[in-house]
Nanobody, 117 residues
Framework: QAQLVESGGGLVQAGGSLRLSCTAS????????MGWYRQPPGKQREMVAE???????NYADSVKGRFTIFRDNAKNTVYLQMNNLKFEDTAVYFC???????????WGQGTQVTVSS
């Protein structure tokens, strides 16, 4: 089981920015997609952004134009640049990596992002 360590969460005012990072280690498989999900208070976990190894990206409609996902394959690290944050972006953010040859995923422990209105 891979180990994923997230950082960069915190408290920010609406309109502000944060950058999350997630570094994976002890990976026992070839990595395909890397991405981020979030779980707002009292709600289900939802996809935020994901990236293929060649940089093809996919975003939730609610974050398009505000969030950018990018990755450093050599460092097994994925980032999420979050700009123009809104109160509704408040959530615990989880990163994941996915195996190239299956749908198996390893997850990070989550990092809290709180946006004050």
């Amino acid at each position: 089981q891979a180990q994923l360590v997230e950082s960069g969460g915190g408290l920010v005012q609406a309109g502000g920015s944060l950058r999350l990072s997630c570094t994976a280690s002890a990976i026992g498989y070839k990595v395909s997609k890397m991405g981020w999900y979030r779980q707002p208070p009292g709600k289900q976990r939802e996809m935020v952004a994901e990236s293929t190894p060649r940089g093809i990206t996919n975003y939730a409609d609610s974050v398009k134009g505000r969030f950018t996902i990018f990755r450093d394959n050599a460092k097994n690290t994925v980032y999420l640049q979050m700009n123009n944050l809104k109160f509704e972006d408040t959530a615990v953010y989880f990163c994941y990596i996915e195996s190239l040859f299956s749908n198996y995923r390893d997850w990070g422990q989550g990092t809290q992002v709180t946006v004050s209105s």
